[in-house]
């Protein structure tokens, strides 16, 4: 590929996120440059309005007071030229509380099958993350399979077949109310023999009750790790975006079950609430792997965290 079409395609993809963001952006940033007009120093006004901001975008206390703390060190004795200056200041503040978490999923393929296991409460966007995700590594060359682990819908299963027919990748399935685990470990043994790189499997995200749900995701694991010691190789837990501080409850309970290794964070697109990722970070220390912008194939971000800083704290 030319340099030129792949600055371009950097582009179009910086786009994507930076449309994505709008909500969360426009609720940090908007009318933000008139608050600095006429002043020459970060003063207790400001401080407040920027404060009350950072936390309507939902990213809990402590990471606001990271931030805010941040910004005082950064602006506290400077004069401030205009207000772009404190926009430059508060993106690099926020990449900073971002960056331990920036770790992007690695494929080992000496692991054949690699295999990534998503969990995550119903709604959240698992199946949905998995059609983009097993499209993106199929374009980077990798053969991927799918197992539909979530049995307890009917639809469940429809609608990854669906998934993909349209990115043409093999779906492992058995009919609904079939054993989870066994669906998994068929697809492992089916994955193995076939010499594909990358499994992922799917899995429910809602049983008769919780203890069910949880049980059922451990021994999914357990079936795993008897057939490769390391496998999964990714627990990803996929959490919805607009849930905000509630997402960090949701982590913090399937973080206790299973060993969760990283986070997929989706439906950013849809909320003003995008500074959670912010809240995740800072209190979970999960490896935030990718962001989920939209619902179509392209709409899965690496997660990087000076690029998700800019595209929430620009004009
Ligand atoms: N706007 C938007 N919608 C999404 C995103 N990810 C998933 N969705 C939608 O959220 C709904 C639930 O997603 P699904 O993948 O079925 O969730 P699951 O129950 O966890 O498997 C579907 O309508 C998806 O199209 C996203 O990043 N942005
Ligand atoms: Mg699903």
Redesign the pocket.
Known sequence: MSDDKKSGERRGLMGRLRNGLKRTRSGLTEGLANVFVGRKRLDDEMLEELETRLLSADMGIEAAQTVLDGLIEKLGRSELRDGSVVLEALQDEIAKVLKPVEQPLQIDLSRQPFVILTV??????????IGKLASRYQQQGYSVMIAAG?TFRAA?VE?LKEWGEQINCPVVAQATGADSASVVYDAYEAARARGVDILIA?TA?RLHTQGNLMEELRKIRRVLSRQDSSSPHETLL?LDGGNGQNALAQAEKFGEAVNVSGLAV?????TARGGVLLALAQRLQVPVRYV????GVD?LRTFNAKEFATALASE
């Open positions: 995550g409460v119903n709604g959240a966007g698992k199946t949905t993350t979530d469940a609608q799917d995200g996929v989706t439906k950013l697109d849809g989920g912008v939209g619902e709409d």
